[in-house]
């Protein structure tokens, strides 16, 4: 224990040391918030040539391309690899093992294929591999003969509530320049995983054939990471592609569109919804080292007796603090919002889960949606209704901190502007790009952080120790004294 205060009390040194960070502590009592008047000198918000080399198709016959890897079970002891291959179905088997070019096992999977308007798709492969060991390299081969090709993964270590891991957190990616940048940088961190909080590839933002093309160059876009590392997805408005203007003709002359929501994301994108007794695998939870991780699905029936609803009233009380205290929740579109773009977009989902939030004590809620960073401190609005109670967001050390984190570089822009004056509850806000990180360092303490893409340098700009609500509430949480970031770097023997 006293091993891993001291690495946290390392690491927040260091950061505080980097210039320009903002270092702010949650605890009883909230600062004025801030708002940056950082601004950003960006890339044009167009999508990347397709004849650029982050686009490429791998060399080969059917070689496997767009592969991609998620968590394939509850407690992470199985993965989910997806690929695409576009000539033929191929074999469509895994081969892995602990050692490089040394394959012990094989696993086979599934394999799907499906049109959007005349877009035709490769053939989807998704592949359970499962029985893993835990805190494990693997290496895998998919493809065959001189295409096959081969990738690597480490599994998470056990649940254990101080297990020590680290999650990378991104959305509203997109394929620009600004993402590019975005998603070089997160590979640079000491990311392991990345919880996804919606809208990937925009390619809802083309039309006909190129919806499905622009599917295809995302996914080998963002291959680099996905191909070695787990990506938990969570769906977002622009994975919908609800679109019935794409009129085609079936038989009979009956004319139909495509009107399928979700048909794109849901066909490419696997999640191990069945693991956690979902119906949908738009929500779903896993359990992963230290954390209980629950994705929400904002653009699905979310009131009280539909399925989601009633499948998160049943997860919440299957989470074990003991075991992983940490409780992060993932959705889209954020319910703390002080943007301009979106506002109050998030309202209706927050009238029905808030308050469950503040019941179970959860820790952190991402969300993206909102194309700049904000972060809260712990508020909530549960003490309102329609004839009393308090009219606005009021202190409450049970409430969960809220962080958007929509900056990931997408061709629609930065959002802007904030609202003024900055409400109590927004702690700080800055319209740029850039990705986050949350090390849990042990069962009470993490530290998170948001890294602004600041012209090709990673800049860390927001930073803090989050402390845990279940074991800080129940177990005699140390009151913290408040420091600022000159006393901080005055007394380098200060303990957080």
Same mark, same amino acid.
């Given at each position: 224990?006293? $091993?891993?205060?001291?690495?946290?009390?390392?690491?927040?040194? @260091?950061?505080?040391?980097?210039?320009?960070?903002?270092?702010?502590? #949650?605890?009883?009592?909230?600062?004025?918030?801030?708002?940056?008047?950082?601004?950003?000198?960006?890339?044009?918000?167009?999508?990347?040539?397709?004849?650029?080399?982050?686009?490429?198709?791998?060399?080969?016959?059917?070689?496997?391309?767009?592969?991609?890897?998620?968590? @394939?079970?509850?407690?992470?002891?199985?993965?989910?690899?997806?690929?695409? &291959?576009?000539?033929?179905?191929?074999?469509?088997?895994?081969?892995?093992? &602990?050692?490089?070019?040394?394959?012990?096992?094989?696993?086979?999977?599934?394999?799907?294929?499906?049109?959007?308007?005349?877009?035709?798709?490769?053939?989807?492969? *998704?592949?359970?591999?499962?029985?893993? =060991? /835990?805190?494990?390299?693997?290496?895998?081969?998919?493809?065959?003969?001189?295409?096959?090709?081969?990738?690597?993964? &480490?599994?998470?270590?056990?649940?254990?509530?101080?297990?020590?891991?680290?999650?990378?957190?991104?959305?509203?990616?997109?394929?620009?320049?600004?993402?590019?940048?975005?998603?070089? *940088?997160?590979?640079?961190?000491? @990311?392991?995983?990345? #919880?996804?909080?919606?809208?990937?590839?925009?390619?809802?933002?083309?039309?006909?054939?190129?919806?499905?093309? %622009?599917?295809?160059?995302?996914?080998?876009?963002?291959?680099?990471?996905?191909? /070695?590392?787990?990506?938990?997805?969570?769906?977002?408005?622009?994975?919908?592609?609800?679109?019935?203007?794409?009129?085609?003709?079936?038989?009979? !002359?009956?004319?139909?569109?495509?009107?399928?929501?979700?048909?794109?994301? !849901?066909?490419?994108?696997?999640?191990?919804?069945?693991?956690?007794?979902?119906?949908?695998? !738009?929500?779903?939870?896993?359990?992963?080292?230290?954390?209980?991780?629950?994705?929400?699905?904002?653009?699905?029936?979310?009131?009280?007796?539909?399925?989601?609803?009633?499948?998160?009233?049943? +997860?919440?009380?299957?989470?074990?603090?003991?075991?992983?205290?940490?409780?992060?929740?993932?959705?889209?579109?954020?319910?703390?919002?002080?943007? +301009?773009? *979106?506002?109050? =977009?998030?309202?209706?989902?927050?009238?029905?889960?808030?308050?469950?939030?503040?019941?179970?004590?959860?820790?952190?809620?991402?969300?993206?949606?909102?194309?700049?960073?904000?972060?809260?401190?712990?508020?909530?609005?549960?003490?309102?209704?329609?004839?009393?109670?308090?009219?606005?967001?009021?202190?409450?050390?049970?409430?969960?901190?809220?962080?958007?984190?929509?900056?990931?570089?997408?061709?629609?822009?930065? $959002?802007?502007?904030? %609202?003024?004056?900055?409400?109590? /509850?927004?702690?700080?806000? =800055?319209?740029?790009?850039?990705?986050?990180?949350? =090390?849990?360092?042990?069962?009470?303490?993490? !530290?998170?952080?948001?890294?602004?893409?600041?012209?090709?340098?990673?800049? $860390?700009?927001?930073?803090?120790?989050? *402390?845990?609500?279940?074991?800080?509430?129940?177990?005699? %949480?140390?009151?913290? +004294?408040?420091?600022?970031?000159?006393?901080?770097?005055?007394?380098?023997?200060?303990?957080?």
């Amino acid at each position: 224990m006293m $091993a891993a205060v001291t690495r946290m009390e390392s690491a927040l040194l @260091g950061i505080i040391l980097t210039s320009f960070v903002a270092l702010s502590f #949650l605890m009883n009592g909230n600062a004025a918030g801030i708002t940056s008047t950082f601004i950003r000198s960006e890339y044009p918000s167009v999508d990347i040539p397709l004849d650029h080399k982050v686009f490429a198709v791998p060399k080969g016959y059917n070689a496997p391309q767009q592969v991609h890897i998620t968590q @394939g079970d509850y407690d992470g002891k199985a993965v989910i690899i997806s690929w695409v &291959t576009a000539d033929k179905p191929g074999d469509g088997k895994v081969q892995y093992g &602990t050692s490089e070019k040394k394959y012990k096992f094989s696993a086979k999977g599934v394999m799907t294929n499906y049109t959007f308007y005349q877009y035709k798709s490769g053939y989807i492969h *998704h592949c359970l591999v499962d029985g893993l =060991e /835990y805190d494990t390299k693997y290496y895998y081969k998919i493809g065959n003969g001189d295409s096959s090709r081969e990738f690597w993964f &480490t599994t998470p270590p056990k649940i254990d509530p101080n297990s020590h891991y680290t999650f990378g957190i991104i959305g509203d990616l997109g394929q620009t320049f600004n993402s590019l940048s975005t998603l070089e *940088h997160y590979m640079k961190s000491a @990311g392991q995983a990345v #919880l996804f909080v919606g809208d990937l590839s925009y390619a809802d933002r083309y039309q006909y054939n190129d919806v499905g093309l %622009r599917w295809d160059t995302w996914a080998r876009f963002v291959e680099q990471s996905t191909a /070695y590392q787990s990506w938990m997805w969570s769906a977002g408005n622009h994975e919908i592609d609800y679109m019935p203007y794409m009129v085609k003709y079936q038989a009979y !002359l009956e004319r139909t569109g495509e009107v399928t929501p979700f048909k794109n994301y !849901l066909q490419r994108y696997a999640t191990p919804y069945l693991a956690s007794s979902s119906s949908n695998p !738009l929500w779903y939870a896993i359990r992963r080292a230290s954390a209980h991780i629950i994705v929400l699905s904002s653009y699905s029936p979310f009131v009280k007796y539909t399925p989601q609803w009633m499948w998160l009233a049943a +997860e919440l009380q299957r989470v074990d603090r003991k075991k992983t205290p940490w409780l992060i929740v993932l959705m889209h579109v954020p319910m703390y919002n002080s943007n +301009e773009a *979106h506002y109050m =977009e998030g309202e209706s989902m927050r009238a029905v889960f808030e308050s469950w939030f503040v019941q179970y004590k959860v820790d952190v809620v991402f969300a993206g949606h909102v194309h700049a960073y904000e972060r809260s401190y712990r508020f909530s609005n549960i003490q309102y209704n329609v004839t009393s109670g308090y009219q606005y967001p009021v202190p409450d050390k049970s409430a969960p901190v809220y962080i958007t984190v929509g900056d990931g570089g997408n061709q629609e822009g930065l $959002a802007g502007p904030f %609202r003024d004056p900055q409400p109590d /509850y927004s702690a700080f806000r =800055e319209a740029s790009y850039g990705h986050s990180t949350l =090390e849990l360092i042990n069962r009470t303490h993490a !530290l998170y952080h948001w890294n602004r893409n600041d012209d090709g340098k990673k800049t $860390a700009m927001d930073a803090f120790v989050l *402390h845990n609500q279940y074991w800080g509430a129940n177990h005699g %949480r140390r009151k913290l +004294e408040k420091h600022n970031v000159r006393k901080i770097m005055m007394d380098e023997s200060a303990t957080y």
